[in-house]
């Protein structure tokens, strides 16, 4: 079964810091890849995502994502955490050529940026 | 929120009773998607379409219903027959241009449904 997995429910960081939000994923077949962000009561706002190429990605407000294979990763990182990244992250994971197209997604990562 | 609009932002429902959730997209894409999300679980795939006058199930699709008679529109009915219909519901389209797959899906507002 395809699966994405956030092992943190919530990551805690200092503004200025570097911060990290996990993804791992499990597929048969080769993966899209992708991050959303969420504010309080709002849609999902498209952050960045993984086709091919370049194992680094990188999208907006400064984030990027490091797509390693052999780790089944997908890792969402910024050099800097702003107070304003505070939101609910969701990694997910769509299989090259399903049949259906359908995006799996993890059960998200609350970043809470403390001034 | 891009250009998908959903409405109403907030709902509230009788047990027993139908409501309809609207979703409007002026952006031409073909495919359209309706989620639910709730604390702790992320997003569940309820129904999608991928073209006009067609529709799949999704992941948890009993007591729900939808309709794909315009490309602009993709409405979403919670029936009494959903058990714990008290989410929030998420609208998403997505382009199929060039046939791939790797486009992103574009997320709605959303609409708070909670049943009294």
């Known amino acids: 079964a395809q699966s994405v997995a956030q092992p943190e429910d919530q990551v805690n960081v200092a503004e200025g810091n570097p911060l990290t939000v996990k993804c791992t994923y499990s597929v048969s077949g080769n993966p899209y890849l992708f991050w959303y962000v969420q504010y309080p009561n709002r849609g999902l706002q498209f952050l960045l995502k993984y086709i091919t190429g370049d194992n680094l990605v990188k999208g907006s407000y400064g984030f990027e994502a490091e797509f390693n294979k052999s780790q089944t990763s997908f890792h969402l990182k910024k050099p800097s955490a702003l107070v304003s990244d505070s939101a609910l992250y969701f990694c997910a994971v769509r299989v090259r050529g399903g049949a259906t197209n359908k995006l799996i997604f993890g059960t998200g990562t609350l970043l809470a940026v403390q001034p | 929120d891009g250009g998908i609009t959903q409405s109403p932002k907030y709902l509230f429902r009788k047990e027993g009773q139908n409501v309809t959730l609207s979703c409007e997209q002026n952006?031409?894409?073909?495919?359209m998607y309706w989620y639910r999300q709730d604390p702790g679980q992320g997003l569940r795939l309820i129904y999608y379409s991928q073209i006009v006058n067609d529709f799949q199930k999704g992941d948890i699709a009993e007591g729900y219903s939808v309709s794909r008679e315009k490309k602009e529109s993709f409405p979403l009915t919670v029936t009494s027959a959903q058990k714990n219909p008290t989410a929030f519901y998420l609208c998403?389209?997505?382009?199929?241009?060039?046939?791939?797959?790797?486009?992103?899906?574009?997320f709605g507002p959303g609409t708070r449904l909670t049943v009294l």
């Open positions: 952006l031409n894409h073909d495919a």
């Open positions: 998403a389209s997505r382009p199929t241009y060039r046939r791939s797959d790797g486009n992103e899906q574009f």
